[in-house]
């Protein structure tokens, strides 16, 4: 199923009667706006899940290191 010409044409038609010519000329920058936005939310997630990790690993490794104490020292809580 492919649209044609005329197809398109009826709905944009149908689309600027509905919402008016003003509000289809704003539609381009609020769109604009929005992807940016959603790339910038992604990316600054992305950032924050690459520090997490480097910190939790450092964790880890400190968590082990304690856990291979074997003599009878009490182990102290490093995560406070």
Known sequence: ??????????VLA?????FGAKRIKNLGP???SAIKGF????SDNNDAETAGTDSSATDDVE???SETNHDDTPKQDTNV
């Not at 199923?1 to 009826?10: D, H, N, P, R, V």
Request: no cysteine; aromatic share 4%; hydrophobic share 65%.
């Open 1 to 10: 199923m492919s649209f044609g010409i005329t197809e398109l044409l009826i």
């Open 14 to 18: 149908i689309v600027i009667i509905i």
């Open 30 to 32: 609020d769109l604009g």
């Open 39 to 42: 790339r910038s939310a992604l």
């Open 63 to 65: 968590n082990v290191a």
